[in-house]
């Protein structure tokens, strides 16, 4: 058997045996691979990474993906084709997020993933497709994931979701906003103003918040948005 396979089995009962699973926890596993995977070939890795996501749950995730971002020529074998099968299936917020921001984000501003699947993933039925292309823009600006800043495809996707009001399709539109407000203010302002009716309130306002204050939501209004959701 391949010596990456053979990996995925000792990964899942290193993730098993762990007396805790919590993000902590299972990124101590995921160094561990990080360091057994390191000199094995891109084939290999990307070969790692799509045995452990079937049938896997979050802990297997999140040593799926983050080794492949963390192996340059594996990630480099990140395409379209790839990039809808990593996203199957995917139906719970942290998940979705995640792939969003370590892969999908990162890949696609790299030009391994195209315009066009995050433009179809807009109309999807499936709301957590629409979300995951809004996530992904946010790896467009986010200087901690490799973001330079892209206003004219973030501003794209979140215009073809403007009218959407599934609650975490919202909050994802918030999110992509107030990230490339922190690089382009004066764009993000436009653009709030220009489509002020078509945005659900909470984008207004939460938008608004970061662009006076540069929070989310400022201090006094803390508790009134955690209970809003």
Request: hydrophobic share 45%.
């Amino acid at each position: 058997m391949n010596e990456s396979l053979l990996l995925v089995d000792a990964a899942r009962r290193d993730l098993a045996a762990l007396p805790a699973l919590d993000v902590p926890s299972v990124r101590t596993v995921r160094r561990r691979y990080d360091r057994r995977l390191a000199e094995e070939s891109p084939t290999g890795v990307l070969r790692f990474a799509r045995s452990l996501l079937r049938g896997g749950g979050w802990p297997e995730r999140v040593v799926a993906w983050e080794v492949l971002a963390g192996h340059a020529g594996a990630f480099r074998l990140v395409n379209d084709r790839l990039a809808e099968e990593m996203a199957r299936g995917l139906s719970d917020w942290p998940s979705v997020d995640l792939y969003g921001m370590t892969v999908l984000g990162p890949a696609w501003r790299m030009g391994l993933v195209t315009d066009a699947t995050i433009r179809a993933w807009t109309q999807s039925p499936d709301r957590w497709r629409r979300r995951l292309a809004l996530v992904a823009t946010v790896a467009l600006n986010l200087r901690s994931r490799g973001g330079t800043g892209d206003a004219a495809r973030t501003l794209r996707v979140c215009r073809a979701l403007l009218d959407d009001r599934d609650d975490m399709v919202v909050k994802a539109v918030s999110w992509s906003l107030r990230e490339l407000a922190k690089r382009d203010p004066a764009t993000v302002t436009s653009f709030v103003e220009k489509h002020r009716a078509r945005l659900a309130a909470r984008v207004r306002r939460e938008v608004a918040n970061k662009l006076t204050t540069g929070l989310k939501s400022p201090r006094g209004s803390r508790a009134r948005s955690s209970a809003a959701g």
